[in-house]
């Protein structure tokens, strides 16, 4: 018992140095981080469906705390192996760290130190344990000790336990407010050169979501477990690839372009019916198409490739890039630089097309290619290369399994059909008639529109079910699909009970 308590208390003080290094060596060289973004990469599609479904946008600290569990018990079975044979002990820490040093080290964007912290981390494991170690009165045997023993064994392993939490959470701290916070609250936003969209006051209805979703209830989804630190002094966008004329921008030069905002709605390709992952904001940016019309794309080059500072990837059609859209290369998230979690300093914003096909965060590389030539981050991971937005309605009240009482109760939500349009949302009860809610004024065809309807709700267990019809008329399928491999399809009902 003793012995695995070592191991774990080594353990610790590896990932605490570790953590510290890692300010120095780039955050993603951190050991955990580093395995929990392999981990991330390879995890066969079905598993992080799950992943997302049980966890939402916790899914990353489930998956960093899976990993220290399972980095816990390893360092049990090495701590009992070092009183048995230190040898053994001694090669469990060095593939502990060869692992670790191995994933910092093939991260995408790692740099040379990349492999330091995990490297350094086992270095003082071996000392600790050793230490530790020597503590304990057995060799061979788990013989029992005696109190006065014990007790200088546990407060040797609590002081390594503490400084460990304390450096690994000083180092924590120290990246996450790296570079990129400390410029975004420098940054002065430039003014739009067009008007800002006018948002009606009937947009927002009673009952529904607000229309403007605030940036810090934006829903967040994306593969990076530290968030990346890009510092627009630093920062270049390399449009390439299939185009006569290739362009780096640096942020001045961006700054020099023309800025419009633009509401757009967003939208994840995970969201399941009724569900939460999508939001609407007021995004800053230069219109895409203008940049890509100077790079002068080859005929052919039917895929933009978007790239992350990260490494991520996503494939957007070429035409939706320039088709006169409001596609944009944004800088601003509802009257701020875009929040770090949402890609600070510069992200894509497509309407239209779910965020894991067009909404680039942290977004360094666009490359003219084709589909036929480049598979992008979430294709060979079972997802479609093509991810237009599906028409969709929610009902954000009443909630599923609330009570009203008998009388008039009112039903509203959002829909939405980016880049057609809404035209219509129906409202059935139980297995009645389908009845024209009425319909809040549009921004624009790229964001959702909300919607009423009063229910002359009478006593008893009600079903109420939404359905969208979009601009080109296309009603929203009943068909029940799955997120995978290009977005859940289904209506969405909640149940009531009245009296
Ligand atoms: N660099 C990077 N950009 C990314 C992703 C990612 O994993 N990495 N995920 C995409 C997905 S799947 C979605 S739905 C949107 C979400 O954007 P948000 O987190 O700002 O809401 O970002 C997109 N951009
Ligand atoms: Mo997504």
């Not at 701020?336 to 977004?363: N, Q, T």
């Not at 267990?461 to 009603?475: M, S």
Request: net charge neutral.
């Amino acid at each position: 018992m003793r012995a695995g308590l070592a191991g774990v208390a080594a353990a610790a003080a590896a990932l605490g140095l570790a953590e510290l290094a890692a300010v120095f060596a780039g955050a993603r060289s951190a050991p955990l981080v580093a395995v929990g973004g392999v981990v991330v990469d390879h995890v066969p599609a079905g598993v992080k469906d799950f992943a997302i479904a049980a966890f939402g946008t916790h899914d990353k600290t489930a998956l960093l705390t899976g990993t220290a569990i399972l980095l816990g018990l390893y360092a049990f079975g090495v701590g009992v192996l070092a009183v048995r044979r230190w040898a053994l002990a001694v090669a469990g820490i060095a593939l502990f760290g060869a692992v670790g040093a191995a994933a910092a080290w093939t991260r995408p964007g790692a740099g040379a130190g990349a492999p330091v912290p995990a490297l350094a981390g086992a270095v003082l494991a071996g000392f600790v344990l050793r230490h530790l170690v020597r503590l304990t009165p057995y060799s061979r045997s788990d013989e029992p000790a005696d109190g006065e023993s014990r007790r200088r064994f546990l407060k040797q392993v609590g002081i390594v336990g503490a400084v460990a939490a304390g450096g690994g959470l000083a180092g924590r701290w120290l990246t996450a407010r790296g570079a990129a916070t400390a410029a975004r609250s420098e940054l002065t936003l430039p003014a739009a050169s067009g008007p800002r969209p006018a948002v009606p006051a009937g947009a927002q209805v009673n009952g529904a979501v607000p229309y403007v979703t605030p940036n810090e209830d934006f829903y967040r989804i994306d593969t990076a477990l530290i968030t990346p630190q890009v510092d627009p002094a630093t920062w270049t966008l390399r449009i390439h690839g299939m185009v006569r004329n290739p362009i780096t921008i640096t942020w001045a030069d961006l700054m020099k372009r023309p800025m419009v905002e633009r509401y757009v709605t967003l939208a994840c390709v995970s969201n399941e019916v009724g569900g939460d992952l999508i939001g609407n904001a007021l995004w800053l940016g230069t219109p895409i198409k203008a940049l890509l019309d100077e790079a002068d794309p080859l005929p052919g080059a039917d895929q933009v490739v978007q790239r992350s500072i990260d490494g991520w990837t996503c494939g957007t059609p070429t035409a939706a890039l320039r088709d006169g859209r409001d596609a944009l290369l944004a800088i601003g998230m509802n009257g701020e630089p875009l929040p770090v979690d949402h890609g600070f300093p510069v992200r894509m914003v497509v309407p239209g097309l779910y965020g894991y096909v067009s909404a680039c965060k942290w977004i360094t590389g666009i490359e003219l290619t084709r589909f036929s030539d480049f598979d992008a981050y979430w294709v060979p991971r079972g997802w479609s290369a093509q991810g237009p937005i599906k028409t969709g309605s929610r009902i954000d009240t009443p909630r599923d399994r609330t009570r009203r009482e008998p009388g008039p109760v009112v039903v509203a939500g959002v829909a939405w059909a980016q880049h057609r349009g809404i035209a219509k949302v129906e409202v059935q009860v139980d297995e009645g008639p389908w009845e024209t809610a009425a319909l809040a004024p549009a921004v624009s065809d790229g964001t959702w529109r909300q919607w009423t309807h009063t229910w002359d709700a009478m006593p008893g267990q009600h079903v109420l079910r939404v359905r969208a019809t979009d601009l080109d008329g296309h009603p929203q399928t009943s068909e029940i699909a799955d997120p995978a491999p290009d977005g859940a399809t289904g209506w969405h009902q909640v149940t009531v009970s009245v009296g």
